[in-house]
């Protein structure tokens, strides 16, 4: 309660005070915008994965008629082939594709990324960071249909044909494209989890006589570890979800693939599927075909969500403890 | 005390002082340390590498086609001849894309910013808001581009354009996309910079009888203004690279209707590609011929996205250079 009348000028004019309320309201729904795109992202994947599924155990007649073969939700894990336009829905061909393609893109971006974020942390002077950041900085801005060239046209068959006997087409090079796109990733996530590493417990190995090399392993990056998970987290994460890469170097299009544990062969992933039947759409498909797109979309938003929240948890944790 | 004998004889303790003292006066080299270091090098040596081989491909493989004909490939649109074809289309749907961006995720996501950092409390809303955009900005691009299938094109159907023709699948429902998966990487990087703000700034505004929107105005905005510039440059370079979501909201790869020109907004109203898709379809091609093609579009791509990223930098290393002149 102003008591004093000269303080009622501190307090304004109605209109200023209303105006202060509608910029306020203004950026409030900005950021209630964001929550909108959330909702609006689980509820047309669920709802239209969900009525797939449901569709698969529960067929009508017309369905049944439109696909042209039985219906029931064994599609979903038999007949090793993912070809929607022929209603097989084998969802593990996917699944083991992207799970391929993830462990050799980390295999490329782990040691390299991690290999990266420990020289410009530890060793590199404040001098060569500014010159050799930005080399990482440009490789990120590298969209990834470029990547996907690279891969195609230079890792295939410079690398991947003359080590092995293989197509053009396979699931290692674009397992090695996807893990070129991961590595300034890994490595930024990675550098920032050892640079908030305190300086006194560097100091306090080399006052015991630890070499660079010894604080390093021995002090540094264990300080540091569930930082450096959370990177690798993030990169596995970035790895399943990346889409064009796959699409167009492992092999998988012309929407059907094969079942295959086999790097070197042809394959698809969920994200190299989605693209691959949508990139088809202009054809006449089935209203099931259509739905499996959301049902595989809905399979890689719960996944890369699940690994999204553990890294944010585990990151959260480790800013917590310095 | 009688009881206690030394710990070490004097034997070891002058023997491990004389080692002590070698090391410290020799020269030689620590090989581990060193191996350890120039092996952590050789990673980042081999980004480099990557980076280099990449841009050598693109260029030697695009020099032939611009030395002969660089003003037709840009000018000219869809042919089927790999001789006569051109990038046009997906310039201009790229050019009315980073408008959407533009238009939609840069204001949204700023105004976001503000509130998340001037405004919000700290209650369960806001930290929620707060863990939904960093989720958002994990999501893989390939699921906006269903969001955008499943709302934007369905939207758009018979809204704008005509019904049957673009079935929806129009600039303006792969922009709208694009702006979404931008939205949370301006929030992110746009609330960093206004929380780089001093709080004296702050402070100072209102002490002298500044509104909260007025501080806002003349004085958080102003200095935040190169880390949100920046910021959202870098995500508008990516939009602009972004290929998976056009793709499944419908972007075109082949025969485009009428042609428009570059600026003539009623393209967004038609169905679309853009540079990305341009390079798809190229890269998709079986034939030698489409090989040029295919790098010269990359290396148009590489301009404007790396471009962005080059002038986002030297932005801010010039906002920074005249705030501490």
Not at chain 1, 201 to 218: I, Q
Request: contains cysteine; charged residues 15%; aromatic residues 8%.
């Amino acid at each position: 309660m102003l008591v004093d009348p000269d303080a009622r000028i501190l307090e304004g004019t109605s209109s200023r005070r209303a105006k202060e309320v509608a910029i306020k309201l203004v950026t409030q729904i900005a950021a209630a915008l964001s929550l909108l795109v959330t909702i609006a992202i689980i509820g047309t994947l669920f709802y239209r994965a969900i009525d797939f599924v449901a569709t698969l155990a529960n067929p009508s007649e017309a369905d049944v008629e439109n696909a042209g073969v039985p219906l029931s939700l064994d599609l979903l894990w038999s007949n090793g082939q993912w070809a929607p336009r022929f209603t097989r829905f084998d969802i593990k061909t996917l699944v083991v594709g992207s799970l391929i393609v993830t462990a050799i893109a980390m295999m490329v971006a782990g040691p390299l990324g991690l290999g990266a974020a420990i020289y410009l942390s530890e060793y590199a002077s404040s001098r060569a960071r500014r010159f050799l950041k930005p080399i990482l900085e440009v490789l990120a801005g590298i969209p990834s249909i470029v990547i996907a060239f690279f891969a195609l046209r230079f890792i295939s068959p410079q690398i991947v044909q003359r080590l092995f006997d293989t197509a053009s087409q396979n699931l290692l090079a674009a397992g090695l494209g996807v893990g070129l796109l991961t590595i300034p990733l890994v490595a930024s996530i990675s550098e920032d989890a050892l640079r908030s590493v305190p300086n006194s417990l560097r100091e306090a190995s080399a006052g015991m006589g630890a070499r660079k090399m010894r604080t390093t392993l021995s002090v540094v990056t264990p300080a540091a570890v569930s930082g450096l998970v959370a990177a690798g987290i993030v990169g596995v994460s970035r790895a399943i979800g990346e889409t064009m890469v796959v699409f167009l170097v492992a092999g998988g299009g012309g929407n059907s693939a094969q079942f295959t544990a086999n790097p070197l062969e042809k394959g698809s992933t969920m994200t190299a599927a989605m693209a691959s039947q949508a990139s088809g759409s202009d054809n006449i498909i089935t209203e099931i075909a259509a739905g499996s797109l959301y049902f595989v979309g809905a399979v890689l938003f719960v996944t890369t969500f699940l690994l999204n929240i553990l890294a944010d948890r585990i990151v959260r944790r480790y800013r917590e403890k310095y | 005390m009688a009881f206690v004998s030394p710990i070490v004889s004097d034997k070891t303790r002058e023997r491990t002082r004389q080692r002590v003292q070698d090391q410290l006066e020799s020269n030689s080299k620590d090989w581990a340390n060193s191996i350890f270091k120039w092996m952590l090098f050789l990673t980042l040596v081999f980004s480099l590498l990557v980076l280099m081989i990449l841009l050598a491909t693109v260029i030697t493989g695009s020099y032939p086609l611009f030395s002969e004909r660089i003003g037709s490939f840009l000018s000219n649109g869809f042919t089927t001849k790999s001789a006569t074809r051109g990038v046009f289309q997906g310039l201009r749907g790229t050019f009315w894309i980073g408008i959407c961006v533009i238009c939609f995720a840069f204001p949204v996501g700023i105004a976001a910013a503000i509130y998340l950092e001037e405004y919000a409390t700290d209650n369960w809303f806001n930290r929620l808001i707060n863990i939904n955009i960093r989720n958002l900005a994990g999501v893989p691009s390939v699921v906006y581009g269903l969001l955008g299938l499943a709302v934007f094109v369905e939207l758009f159907d018979g809204v704008v354009g005509v019904p049957t023709k673009t079935l929806g699948r129009t600039t303006i429902a792969g922009g709208l996309t694009l702006a979404v998966l931008s939205l949370p990487v301006v929030i992110i990087t746009a609330s960093e910079a206004i929380r780089a703000v001093p709080t004296p700034l702050r402070q100072a505004a209102f002490g002298v009888g500044a509104t909260k929107s007025q501080v806002i105005r003349s004085h958080i905005l102003p200095h935040a203004a190169p880390g949100i510039f920046t910021g959202s440059l870098l995500s508008l370079a990516r939009a602009l690279g972004e290929a998976a979501p056009l793709i499944v909201v419908g972007a075109v790869s082949g025969r485009l209707g009428p042609t428009t020109g570059l600026f003539d907004p009623s393209q967004l109203g038609e169905r679309f590609t853009a540079m990305p898709m341009v390079i798809t379809a190229f890269v998709g091609q079986p034939g030698e011929q489409w090989r040029p093609l295919a790098s010269a579009a990359i290396v148009i791509l590489l301009l404007v996205v790396l471009g962005f990223n080059v002038a986002a930098v030297l932005l801010r290393n010039r906002f920074e250079a005249k705030r501490e002149g």
